[in-house]
């Protein structure tokens, strides 16, 4: 069965500071793999996503996330956070040809200004 | 419409009763999705349909739980002699495919008390 472990459920950083949110799965075959983001009072909405090709994503608002199979991971990352960037990210894998997608428990990010 | 609406927004209901939950996706839209989210967890999958019928319904936790999609496009969540325990917020998603990620409405929150 497919899997998502989200390494951090809360992280606090400055403005300006650097982001990385671990992501790891657990799944043997070919994956699709996404970053959602849930602003504070909004809907869930796609951050980003990868199926296949350059491992290194780019998504809105200079996030960016690399996939590593070897690792079973993508992280997303984003070099300078914003107190705008205060939120919740989830990040979700669907496999096997299915469309059912697994998401994990989230990591609340608090961006202080 | 632009994008997946849901309704109500809100609903209490009392433990035993029946509760019908729409789900409203972009037109065009096969694919759709019924998660639900308590607090502090993300999204868990419950059922998905392509057109009209159930594609994959692994995710609903007893028969007390029911959807239908009959025209392929507007969804219904049933849920039957509630329980405190479904309270949660409902959230439904549709896709075109299963590489593009989801398009997810706000939820319906709902309180057994």
């Not at chain 1, 899997?3 to 799944?27: D, R, T, W």
């Not at chain 1, 983001?37 to 199926?51: A, D, I, R, S």
Request: aromatic share 14%.
């Amino acid at each position: 069965a497919q899997s998502v472990s989200q390494h951090n459920h809360h992280v606090i950083l400055s403005e300006a500071a650097s982001l990385e949110l671990g992501c790891n799965y657990s799944y043997g075959g070919t994956v699709n793999l996404f970053w959602y983001v849930q602003y504070p009072g909004q809907h869930l909405q796609l951050l980003l996503k990868y199926f296949s090709g350059d491992p290194l994503v780019k998504g809105i608002k200079g996030f960016e996330a690399e996939f590593i199979k070897s690792k079973f991971s993508f992280n997303l990352r984003k070099p300078s956070v914003q107190w705008s960037d205060t939120a919740e990210y989830f990040c979700a894998v669907n496999g096997g040809g299915g469309f059912k997608t697994i998401f994990g428990a989230g990591t609340r990010l608090f961006v202080k200004a | 419409g632009a994008g997946v609406s849901q309704t109500p927004s809100n609903k209490v209901t009392e433990k035993g009763k029946y509760v019908e939950l729409r789900c409203d996706p972009i037109s065009g839209h096969t694919a759709l999705y019924w998660y639900r989210q308590s607090l502090g967890q993300g999204p868990e999958f419950l059922i998905y349909f392509q057109g009209t019928g159930a594609a994959d319904d692994s995710g609903l936790p007893n028969d007390r739980f029911f959807a239908v999609r009959p025209e392929g496009s507007v969804s219904t969540l049933k849920i039957q002699r509630t329980e405190r325990g479904d309270s949660a917020v409902y959230l439904c998603a549709s896709s075109l495919d299963r590489r593009n990620g989801y398009t997810f409405g706000s939820g319906t929150r709902l309180t057994v008390v």
